[in-house]
C-alpha cells in the first residue's frame, strides 16, 4: 500500500488518479470511511456549528483498515460510498487489486493508517502531499464550491482555518510516519 496522506485540496485525489492512469494501480478512497453526520459521537466545530469533518473521529479508521487489508490479502473489497454534500454514504463500490498490484490509498486520514498498515506488513510507503496553504486553500475552496460540499461561507470560514492550521496539520501527518513531499516529488 502507498498512503497519500495531506491536508484537504492538497492534490491527494488528482495524484493518485494518475497513478492510476499511468499504472493501473487501484485506488482506495480512504475519506469514503467517514462517518454519517448524525453517527453518535461526531466531533463539533462549535464556531461553525457543524460537524468537524477535519477530526480524525469523524473517519472509521477500523473499517477503513479492515477494508483495505482485505484488498491486499484477496483481491477485492466493498467500500462505502460516500457522499459530502450528504454527510453520508449513500452506496458502495468494489476494489480490486491483483497481487502484482501498488495499491494507493489515499485521504485526509491516511497517515492515522501508516503504524497499522506497517505492523500488518503491507505498507509500501507513506507520504504527505502537501503544498503552500494559500494553494492548498485556493484548490479546496474551487473543489468544494464546484461540488457544492457545503453553503459557500462555511466553505470560506471552515478553509481559512484549515489554512492557518496547515503546518500543523502536515507536521501532526509526518509524525505518523508519512514523509511530507510535494504531489511532483511523489509520483516521480
Known amino acids: 500500500v502507498v498512503v497519500l496522506a495531506g491536508p484537504s485540496g492538497a492534490g491527494k485525489s488528482r495524484l493518485a ?3 492510476h492512469d499511468a499504472h493501473g494501480w487501484p485506488v482506495f478512497r480512504l475519506d469514503d470511511f467517514y ?15 457543524i460537524v468537524d469533518w477535519d ?4 473517519w472509521d479508521a477500523e473499517a477503513a483498515v479492515a477494508s483495505l487489508c482485505e ?13 459530502i454534500a450528504a454527510s453520508r454514504a449513500v452506496g458502495e463500490r468494489e476494489v480490486r487489486a491483483s497481487s502484482s498490484d501498488l495499491v494507493v490509498a489515499e485521504g485526509i486520514f491516511a497517515a492515522e493508517a501508516v503504524e497499522e498498515l506497517r505492523g500488518c506488513g503491507v505498507l509500501h510507503s507513506a507520504w504527505c502531499v502537501h503544498h503552500r496553504p494559500a494553494v492548498t486553500f485556493a484548490r479546496r475552496l474551487a473543489r468544494d464550491l464546484r461540488e457544492r460540499r457545503k453553503a459557500p461561507h462555511v466553505l470560506v470560514r471552515r478553509g481559512l482555518s484549515l489554512m492557518r492550521e496547515e503546518p500543523r496539520i502536515v507536521g501532526r501527518q509526518a509524525a505518523l510516519g508519512a514523509t511530507p ?3 511532483r516529488h511523489v509520483e516521480r
Open 181 to 183: 513531499a510535494r504531489a
Open 17 to 19: 488518479d494518475r497513478l
Open 35 to 49: 462517518r454519517d453526520a448524525d453517527a453518535p459521537g461526531m466531533p463539533q466545530r462549535a464556531d461553525l456549528g
Open 71 to 83: 484488498l491486499v490479502d484477496t483481491g477485492r473489497t466493498t467500500t462505502p460510498l460516500y457522499d
Open 55 to 58: 477530526h480524525p473521529a469523524s
